[in-house]
DNA sequence: TCATTTAACGTTTTT
DNA sequence: CGTTAAATGA
């Protein structure tokens, strides 16, 4: 089979297209993947191209295994099999790998660990502590933003200071200058620097620099529109002089300007790139005409932006349903009874369908009702499995057993199983070894000498040090990352600190097993670690077999037969935040309704509630202005009947002193005492507790 | 000085 | 319900 065949005429042509700069811009469902992979496919197969001369960035690494798999048999249809790959990932793992490789050229470890938000908010409020600085005036995830988007327009602490107005920039600056002091100390980067540090590489280092360009013969880089400043400074290096580079992407789907993203850039391409051909992918084949032209309403109502019209030539479809129901729990039901409905009839299967919101928060109601009606689901986002306690805990070993001086890390396991240190020790331990010029396991195993310590830490101390030392020669023996693992989790006690007897012990070690069985796939332990710290939440493997529930930004380049949007709301698509913002902001928000509405294949419902629980009391919200401005071929669903008890806590069963309730998380008990939303209960475990109502799934029996 | 108990809080979107 | 920070007790 030709590699040629399936496509389209504008298809074909991104794909053979393979000299000088491309542009392709490809809407919503226009086989934008398909023809990434037949370009490279082609690129190898007819041209001659080396896998590894080929740079293809993703956005997410679930799109990189995607295109890996789906690259991988194409190329086995054809006649030679090689078995390597191009360079496939995101910018983040794409640059972590170049760093691996020449870091230190500008000072950058070689055994460097990434940190994630949370390890950076944790490292802030370090910094701030350093500095007497409140965490009640100043918020440290208002510092990490504000750090972040310093980091992505390329700004150091010193530049961030002179362009510092306010007395709050005035402070970020100092706590910025600090904070890169000690995430250096500690031999870490965080997800910008990853790009920073690579921006620097490229610009300073001319020898390295051609190095690059000329192993990347040709370069790809898919949901250009998403790209920020410092990518764009990566790509700009990177492309040589043979100019070998296809962007691909669609301005309309630009939702990640608040992390930087900068879709002037896609618009920009042909002056930066002079002679570039441009080639439109507008034929779709998601969607019904009835979808895709609801979309297109939507989506003409902003002004910057690039023409294009989407055709189909599949049939109207069903109309776009819009339901409008009283609040938030009847808008569950009303999901979760449409897809139970189909799948009983035998029309679908439960992984057809999505449920796409605005906000995290709004999956509770949509997950109670699943659990009522026993239908599968899956949250795609949220709780990363990376982000659990235990699963973290076990990581911070890993790193420290890799990069001794990660304090972070240090400060997290130190007392985790409780050994008897406590933040007074732990302080007097840290400065010590900074003094003594030795990594904290060394420090460890020679505390005997620091003075000013208890002999209890002092004991305890030598003991986890004696232990990491054991662990770490494994790491320098390269033994396996799950083996490691495996010793680290009996020689530390920490197996027998998560059996505590809750009942969720059980979940613990379960996710435990999960981690060792994940570390089975790699072959060292930075590798390991690598993929820990930049596994997205929505990289997690789609089930077939359950409905999939997740925000919109996550569902950004999937699709589904049938697609419920809820929360069609003034305040909440578009969000109160980007009324209040602005121009721009709404029309990133209009562009987050159109990418959510084209990842429909047949059926589109959207709903409204006219009550919403929100921000801890009742707000009504005026319907989305989207729905309007999707035009009149809107299928309208009768409206809700106003339930006739015009209590505020309807939904909630009434508790008296007395009742018998169930937990999910305490098993059964009996009500002793309430008060407002607050029962307090004594469990048949023999624990008392109290619970509020609205947060705990309790079950009257 | 450390560990356990109690009170307060939760709302964008994420590599 | 989870997590986190303060308060309390050993």
């Not at 990490?144 to 700004?155: E, W």
């Not at 296809?246 to 879709?263: P, T």
């Not at 007392?415 to 460890?444: C, H, M, Y």
């Not at 578009?574 to 602005?582: N, Y």
């Amino acid at each position: 089979m030709d590699i040629q065949d399936s496509l389209n005429p504008a298809q074909k042509q991104a794909v053979v297209t393979t000299v000088g700069p491309v542009l392709i811009l490809a809407g919503a469902g226009s086989g934008k993947t398909k023809t990434l992979t037949h370009r490279i496919a082609y690129l190898i197969e007819n041209e001659g191209v080396w896998p590894n001369e080929v740079l293809a960035v993703t956005f997410t690494n679930k799109a990189a295994r995607e295109m890996r798999e789906r690259l991988g048999s194409l190329l086995q249809q054809n006649a030679s099999v090689r078995h390597f790959m191009p360079w496939m990932g995101t910018f983040h793992s794409i640059c972590v790998r170049l760093l691996r490789i020449d870091g230190s050229s500008v000072g950058v470890p070689p055994n460097f660990v990434v940190y994630d938000e949370s390890d950076r908010q944790g490292l802030i409020k370090q910094a701030m502590k350093q500095l007497h600085i409140t965490d009640k005036q100043i918020r440290a995830s208002a510092v990490s933003s504000a750090i972040s988007s310093a980091k992505n327009q390329l700004l150091g602490p010193a530049e961030y200071r002179t362009t510092a107005q306010y007395p709050f920039q005035e402070q970020v600056a100092s706590i910025y200058e600090r904070y890169e002091h000690l995430r250096r100390e500690a031999g870490a980067l965080d997800f910008d620097d990853l790009l920073l540090e690579v921006v620097g590489l490229l610009r300073h280092h001319e020898a390295i620099r051609n190095k690059w360009r000329s192993q990347f013969r040709h370069i790809l880089i898919d949901e250009y529109q998403d790209t920020n400043a410092a990518q764009y400074a990566i790509v700009k290096s990177l492309v040589g002089e043979e100019r070998n580079i296809c962007v691909v992407g669609d301005d309309w789907q630009s939702i990640y300007s608040w992390r930087g993203a900068d879709f002037t850039n896609i618009l920009n391409f042909e002056r930066d790139f002079p002679g570039a051909t441009v080639i439109k992918l507008e034929q779709n084949y998601r969607s019904t005409s009835a979808i895709l032209e609801a979309a297109q309403n939507v989506i003409s109502k902003n002004t910057a932006r690039t023409d294009k019209k989407l055709w189909t030539d599949t049939p109207a479809g069903l109309p776009v349903q819009v339901h409008q129901v009283y609040d938030e729990s009847e808008e569950a039901q009303l999901v979760a009874g449409r897809v139970g409905s189909q799948v009983a009839m035998g029309a679908r299967r439960y992984g057809d369908f999505a449920v796409l919101y605005r906000t995290n928060a709004q999956s509770f109601n949509l997950e109670r009702s699943f659990l009522q009606q026993r239908i599968p689901y899956q949250i795609v986002g949220g709780v990363r499995f990376y982000d659990r306690k235990e699963i973290k805990d076990v990581i911070a070993y890993l790193r420290l057993l890799y990069q001794p001086n990660d304090r972070m890390s240090f400060s997290r396991i130190v007392n985790v199983p409780t050994r008897g240190i406590g933040a007074t020790s732990l302080e007097k331990f840290l400065i010590w070894q900074g003094e003594s010029r030795q990594d904290i396991i060394g420090a460890l195993t020679n505390v005997e000498s620091a003075n000013g310590l208890t002999p209890r830490a002092r004991n305890a101390l030598v003991k986890l040090g004696g232990t990491l030392r054991i662990l770490q020669a494994k790491v320098l023996t390269e033994t396996s990352p799950s083996e490691i693992i495996e010793t680290l989790i009996e020689r530390t006690g920490y197996r027998e600190y998560i059996l505590d007897g809750t009942p969720q012990a059980e979940e613990r070690e379960a996710n435990l097993s999960v981690l060792v069985s994940d570390a089975k796939n790699y072959v060292a332990l930075p590798d390991f670690l690598e993929e820990a710290a930049l596994m997205s939440s929505v990289d997690t493997a789609e089930d077939y077999e359950k409905v999939t529930l997740m925000t919109i930004h996550a569902a950004k380049g999937l699709e589904f037969p049938v697609v419920f949007m809820v929360g069609m709301e003034e305040n909440l698509l578009p969000s109160s935040r980007s009324l209040e913002a602005g121009q721009a902001e709404l029309e990133e928000e209009r562009r987050l309704c159109y990418v959510g509405m084209t990842r429909a294949r047949e059926e589109l419902h959207l709903s409204y509630a006219a009550r919403r629980a929100q921000f801890g009391d009742f707000r009504f919200n005026m319907p989305s202005r989207f729905l309007s401005d999707m035009g009149h071929e809107l299928m309208v669903a009768p409206s809700f009947q106003q339930p006739n008890n015009d209590d505020d806590w309807s939904e909630l069963p009434d508790f008296d002193i007395g009742d018998m309730v169930r937990s999910s998380q305490f098993g059964s008990g009996e009500i002793i005492d309430v008060d407002g939303m607050a029962v307090t209960v004594v469990f048949s475990s023999g624990q008392t507790k109290k619970l509020n109502v609205e947060y705990a799934r309790l079950e009257k029996i």
